[in-house]
């Protein structure tokens, strides 16, 4: 019995301190009430929280975005966006960075999804292949040249 007790004593500190060391542990509610969510009205966009139940407001480019934290507002970028960490914590001890487009050929919630776009482009929302119109070359006849002489007897092509 003594062993038990002692067992147990001994245990109980490290069994305290891993779960103080949950940092960023989600609790979720189970299940899900959406009528305990928050307003989202004021937010210009908003994304699924840690636990998908609620909406919350979402960073955009170039805001600050820290790792996610259950209840926390504005705390995740947006879709096409990507949180870019720095290496330092801020004064709380959180790891922050700023909201950056997704790279080219990644596209959605932090660019997790990849483009299968012929061109590679795609939008960085919606996954849907943009089209430059400048950047595409025809394959087809070369335009129609005509032959001028000038006055002196010089041969120009113009079209």
């Given at each position: 019995m003594k062993g038990f007790l002692f067992l147990t004593l001994l245990l109980m500190?490290?069994?305290?301190?891993?779960?103080?060391?949950?940092?960023?542990?989600?609790?979720c509610p189970e299940p899900c009430d959406s009528n305990a969510c928050k307003?989202?009205?004021?937010?210009?966009?908003?994304v699924l929280d840690d636990c998908g139940c609620c909406?919350?407001?979402?960073?955009?480019?170039?805001?600050?975005?820290?790792?996610?934290?259950?209840?926390?507002?504005?705390?995740?970028?947006?879709?096409?966006?990507k949180c870019q960490f720095y290496t330092?914590?801020?004064?709380?001890?959180d790891e922050f960075g700023i909201c950056k487009e997704c790279?080219?050929?990644?596209?959605?919630?932090?660019?997790r999804k990849t483009c299968n776009c012929p061109s590679g482009i795609c939008d960085r929302v919606t996954g849907k292949c943009l089209k430059f119109p400048f950047?595409?070359?025809?394959?087809?006849?070369?335009p129609n040249r005509r032959k001028i002489v000038s006055h002196t007897g010089k041969t120009l092509w113009g079209s």
């Amino acid at each position: 019995m003594k062993g038990f007790l002692f067992l147990t004593l001994l245990l109980m500190p490290a069994h305290a301190g891993t779960a103080w060391s949950a940092k960023y542990a989600v609790d979720c509610p189970e299940p899900c009430d959406s009528n305990a969510c928050k307003s989202t009205l004021r937010c210009k966009r908003t994304v699924l929280d840690d636990c998908g139940c609620c909406r919350v407001c979402a960073a955009a480019l170039g805001e600050t975005c820290y790792r996610t934290v259950s209840g926390m507002d504005g705390v995740k970028c947006g879709p096409g966006l990507k949180c870019q960490f720095y290496t330092e914590e801020d004064d709380f001890g959180d790891e922050f960075g700023i909201c950056k487009e997704c790279p080219y050929g990644t596209y959605g919630m932090e660019c997790r999804k990849t483009c299968n776009c012929p061109s590679g482009i795609c939008d960085r929302v919606t996954g849907k292949c943009l089209k430059f119109p400048f950047f595409q070359l025809s394959a087809s006849k070369p335009p129609n040249r005509r032959k001028i002489v000038s006055h002196t007897g010089k041969t120009l092509w113009g079209s």
